[in-house]
T-cell receptor, first 114, second 113 residues
Framework: NAGVTQTPKFQVLKTGQSMTLQCAQDMNHEYMSWYRQDPGMGLRLIHY???????DQGEVPNGYNVSRSTTEDFPLRLLSAAPSQTSVYFC?????????????FGDGTRLSIL | GQQVMQIPQYQHVQEGEDFTTYCNSS?????IQWYKQRPGGHPVFLIQ?????EVKKQKRLTFQFGEAKKNSSLHITATQTTDVGTYFC?????????????FGRGTQLTVWP
């Protein structure tokens, strides 16, 4: 009964390093998304996907890339980390392709960029 | 673009007092969802409202969706220490076919025993 699994849980990077945050779900959900959470800013949508091979930008996509080669996985890539990307990152998934169903969140990845 | 505004940002209450958080959108929403996030945890889905004027209850929690589908509220009666956390609303623009779900900034609730 895994649900949405995010790895790693914690990560510290140096400015300019690259990294991939992993997200996997075992519920056969079409819709998956990435949010970042900063104090006082709520959850801001980075990228989302409505199915394998289909992705689109959210509110704050700059500095992040995504791909969706399978239904289960939706990795988030930071090509050149910047201190402004220090945040908590949440992956979520839901039934259907519209994002209008209850979102199931992973436990988050706490990322610090030095 | 769509904005979902949520107030207040913080609320401190004594146990037993009531609590309300409000969510407002600049555009008409197709639906609104509410989530709770405990300190150090991840958001957990509470409820979804779809119909204009809809009211739903979960024990001490009452959720409302405005007639114009541009605002919503969450009311907790007689708060308990277990209600501590941040409450988020999330809405989707009725005209959107892109699947974007926008979250408000949340209301952080502190309950004093």
């Amino acid at each position: 009964n895994a649900g949405v699994t995010q790895t790693p849980k914690f990560q510290v990077l140096k400015t300019g390093q690259s990294m991939t945050l992993q997200c996997a779900q075992d519920m056969n959900h079409e819709y998956m998304s990435w949010y970042r959470q900063d104090p006082g800013m709520g959850l801001r949508l980075i990228h989302y996907s409505v199915g394998a091979g289909i992705t689109d930008q959210g509110e704050v996509p700059n500095g992040y890339n995504v791909s969706r080669s399978t239904t289960e996985d939706f990795p988030l890539r930071l090509l050149s980390a910047a201190p402004s990307q220090t945040s908590v990152y949440f992956c979520a998934s839901s039934y259907g392709r519209q994002g209008n169903q209850p979102q199931h969140f992973g436990d988050g990845t706490r990322l610090s960029i030095l | 673009g769509q904005q979902v505004m949520q107030i207040p940002q913080y609320q401190h209450v004594q146990e037993g007092e009531d609590f309300t958080t409000y969510c407002n959108s600049s555009t008409t929403l197709s639906n609104i969802q509410w989530y709770k996030q405990r300190p150090g945890g991840h958001p957990v889905f509470l409820i979804q409202l779809v119909k204009s004027g809809e009211v739903k209850k979960q024990k001490r929690l009452t959720f409302q969706f405005g007639e114009a589908k541009k605002n919503s509220s969450l009311h907790i009666t007689a708060t308990q220490t277990t209600d501590v956390g941040t409450y988020f609303c999330a809405g989707q623009d009725r005209g959107s076919t892109l699947g974007r779900l926008y979250f408000g900034r949340g209301t952080q609730l502190t309950v004093w025993p």
